[in-house]
């Protein structure tokens, strides 16, 4: 069975930093570019970063860029985003999402439908 399990989540201060972890079973995780993606309430779900099954090439969105490093562990079957210098805006609901198996190329897709299997996501609140 399929499983992308997220932690990490909570309450932090603003300009504090936060580390997230997405476990995966289930699926040939060393073989999937994997995506972190939020969504704030009353918002659409927005991408933030992926990386490419090898971990050897990492993607960001401006809105987070310079403060979010993503990593993966392919014996682990683990993905990690740290976030730092956290600020009010970054509230939201964090899910992690594994892209189709597709050859194990160098690239990692930017849109919700680039991925097909989720996370039930954590949730980080930003205090100001």
């Known amino acids: 069975r399929v499983h992308l399990v997220e932690s990490g989540g909570g309450l932090v201060q603003e300009g504090e930093s936060l580390t997230l972890s997405c476990t995966v079973s289930?699926?040939?995780?060393?073989?999937?570019?994997m995506a972190w993606f939020r969504q704030a309430p009353g918002k659409e779900r927005e991408w933030i970063s992926c990386?490419?099954?090898?971990?050897?090439?990492?993607k960001y969105a401006e809105s987070v860029k310079g403060r979010a490093t993503t990593s993966r562990d392919n014996y682990k079957n683990t993905v990690v985003l740290q976030m730092s210098a956290l600020k009010s805006e970054d509230t939201a609901m964090y899910y992690c999402?594994?892209?189709?198996?597709?050859?194990?190329?160098?690239?990692?897709?930017?849109?919700?439908?680039?991925?097909?299997?989720w996370g039930q996501g954590t949730e980080v609140t930003v205090s100001s």
């Open positions: 999402a594994a892209a189709r198996e597709s050859g194990m190329i160098p690239d990692c897709g930017e849109q919700v439908d680039d991925y097909s299997t």
């Open positions: 289930g699926l040939r995780f060393p073989r999937l570019a």
């Open positions: 990386i490419i099954w090898s971990g050897g090439r990492t």
